[in-house]
């Protein structure tokens, strides 16, 4: 009893806090410098990777250290569709989604029963495999090394977004529908059935979980959600070249899932907070800011492995994932 009445309390608080943290994010671009309201767009976009890697890494536990490909797959569909046949960059967002998608469904399908450092290797590989060839300006479509420019501001039919604040509000209210997305998807039996097979792959294939097809889904979404953050990244820069989708990029992402902690969409925020922020918190000390984010990496996995925000999975996401399941065979 109360332990129930503790959750309800916690329940309760709820409302107050996402009202108090929407309202924070409402008022923050009218009190500060375009400067500072430039790092919370990049801040939204390294949000909306974090949120797409943690669908494949946080949900469902695989490794994934190519994902700056679909990254860059999304933002070179917006800049080759948008500068070429002139296609309006929202338009656009679905359908970077959904060649990324397209994308990852074609390459995972063969090597989704990988696991481990052997899946891990085939995406590093992935990642590097389409920077490559985006410098190698296939069809003469990517612009080789130099990228792609001229890419056109987002718009609403005579609405053109091409001040701070709007790129802000379009970038913020992308994330806010994907966690709205995401967090339905963690109580569905999609994702309940993800947190199975990251616990134990066997005991669900045991159970009548199909694990390659939970598996393939999650990247294809985690995919999709890379595609847009892509289209958002290529309007606001107007131009895309290969040197931004490099290995790093994926190591970062990574880094965001794992600061704020696998599984943990409010943790993927604090995670992409700090890897945004980094940078400019230590700009004075450039040389060093390196030493000081390895350390820092070190520290957290020493001290809090969990994350700054780790999620709490319980035995009851697997008892009712059972009882869909018997439902289901029923």
């Known amino acids: 009893m109360e332990q129930a009445s503790r959750i309800e309390k916690i329940m309760a608080q709820e409302p107050l806090r996402v009202s108090l943290v929407v309202a924070a994010f409402l008022v923050y671009p009218f009190l500060v410098s375009d400067y500072f309201i430039d790092i919370a767009i990049f801040f ?21 250290l190519g994902h700056a490909g679909f990254y860059a797959i999304g ?13 309006p960059i929202l338009v656009l967002i679905p359908l970077s989604a959904l060649a990324a998608a397209l994308f990852a469904y074609i390459v995972f399908s063969p090597v989704i029963h990988l696991q481990g450092d052997y899946l891990l290797i085939v995406t590093l590989g992935l990642g590097e495999i389409i920077r490559q060839a985006l410098i190698n300006n296939p069809f003469d479509l990517t612009g080789g090394p130099n990228g792609v420019f001229g890419i056109d501001f987002p718009s609403f039919g005579p609405l053109v977004v091409d001040s701070s604040i709007e790129y802000y509000f379009l970038i913020w209210i992308i994330v806010g529908l994907s966690i709205i997305g995401l967090t339905s998807l963690q109580h569905s039996r999609i994702g309940r059935a993800w947190n199975y097979i990251r616990e134990d792959e066997t005991a669900a294939n045991a159970s009548g979980i199909d694990s390659r097809k939970y598996k393939l889904l999650a990247f294809v979404l985690g995919a999709a959600l890379a595609g847009v953050a892509g289209n958002v990244y290529a309007s606001k820069l107007m131009c895309v070249s290969p040197e931004s989708f490099t290995f790093w990029e994926s190591c970062l992402m990574f880094c965001i899932v794992l600061i704020g902690g696998m599984g943990s969409i409010p943790g993927v925020l604090i995670g992409a907070a700090f890897i945004s922020l980094f940078p400019e918190i230590f700009r ?4 060093y800011r390196m030493l000081i984010f390895g350390s820092a990496m070190i520290l957290m996995m020493m001290f809090r492995p969990g994350g700054v925000w780790p999620r709490k999975r319980g035995a009851v996401e697997f008892r009712s994932l059972l009882d869909d399941t018997g439902r289901s065979d029923a």
């Open 44 to 64: 939204g976009i390294y949000a909306l990777l974090g949120l797409s890697l943690n669908i494949v890494l946080g949900e469902v536990g695989l490794f994934d």
């Open 75 to 87: 933002a070179y569909t917006t800049a080759i569709l948008n500068t070429k046949f002139g296609i």
């Open 284 to 287: 004075p000390f450039a040389m």
